[in-house]
């Protein structure tokens, strides 16, 4: 099993920056890719960027050049970091962890976290 737990979210202005983090803990061994998404009110849940093992990154559109993803291992735990820049307005939602992971038997599994609120004041 893989655990995620996300923390550092809150309100920010426009313009500012913020930084979330996610705790992962269990297998994290096992885990291919970790990335984070986020959930406006009223709208999907989509993805904002991931990272893989071998720390290749992917942002959506709408966050490059704004945000970027790093990690970072410490005894039985890895991090995973959103650092966020010239905050928007837009970019307001509840922020999810991901973690995509085989289990013992191969399998793919899927973990998340229980999202952090990230609101941008305008």
């Known amino acids: 099993q893989v655990q995620l737990v996300e923390s550092g979210g809150g309100l920010v202005q426009a313009g500012g920056s913020l930084r979330v983090s996610c705790a992962a803990s269990g297998s994290i061994f096992s885990i291919n890719v970790m990335g984070w998404y986020r959930q406006a009110p009223g709208k999907q849940r989509e993805l904002v960027g991931s990272m893989t093992s071998a720390g290749t990154t992917n942002y959506a559109d709408s966050v490059k050049g704004r945000f970027t993803i790093s990690r970072d291992n410490a005894k039985n735990t890895l991090y995973l970091y959103l650092q966020m820049n010239n905050l928007k307005p837009e970019d307001t939602a509840v922020y999810y962890c991901?973690?995509?992971?085989?289990?013992?038997?191969?399998?793919?599994?899927?973990?998340w976290g229980q999202g952090t609120q990230v609101t941008v004041s305008s």
């Open positions: 991901n973690a995509d992971w085989r289990d013992w038997a191969g399998s793919g599994r899927v973990s």
